[in-house]
């Protein structure tokens, strides 16, 4: 069976930091296509912004692959105050119920953030720990290879290990509640580490239509970059 989707966000607001779980499907199959997002966020800077978000995924048997690009800019009283944008390239392959192998390679410049260019490739391995009807509970370890051009500093390459989990709860056939959390650290450099989760729960209006409310705070601590972040959502998402 192959399936194609796509999606557009539109979003308010801007957060520091990035952080993404990759588990081989999610719990009804489906994925999340279109997010319109007014958000609140304490960070670097607090403006108003224009995000642009679109995902295709194609699923062939126990191959996933999933395509991502983004772009994110706001001024702020005529100083830019976000201007990144990002795509990276995912493939799932499910092992079986339980293990999945997943492989994402993601490029990202954001000229806010110290970094002229950041580039990253991870394998990784997926295990579904629950998964009942009503409670969901994933985990994932990666091993990630990257390279980061600092500003007015030379190219530097970097191997870090990344753990995380996903729990869901079907509390209501229309009613959800997600909670994730990712911790990458520097394998040469454990000063340098990354920390994100998130909470949140969805309301399905219809078989396209779902509301969410969300709160993700991102913690980076690698050299030029020091930040935490908090962002409080509320989404509108809309799955064709």
Known sequence: MIRTVAGLALAMSVCAGDGCLNVSGNNNGSIPLAEFLPINTKGYCETVVLAFDKKVATVIDNHIVNLRADAYRSVKSGTMSKDKWSVELNYDYKVNGIY???????????????????FFMKPGIGVKVIDREKYKFDVQADLVYGQDKPALLPIRDSLSSKVGAIYQWQIEDDLRLIEESTFRF??????????????????????????????????LNMFPSLNSDRTFLVSLIIAY
């Open 100 to 118: 999945s192998l997943n492989n994402l390679t993601r490029y990202k410049e954001d000229r806010l953030s110290g970094f002229d260019y950041q």
């Open 186 to 219: 520097n394998l040469e450099e454990r000063q340098n580490y990354f920390i994100y989760t998130k909470v949140g729960i969805e309301n399905r209006v219809n078989r396209h239509v779902s509301m969410g409310i969300n709160y993700k705070i991102n913690f």
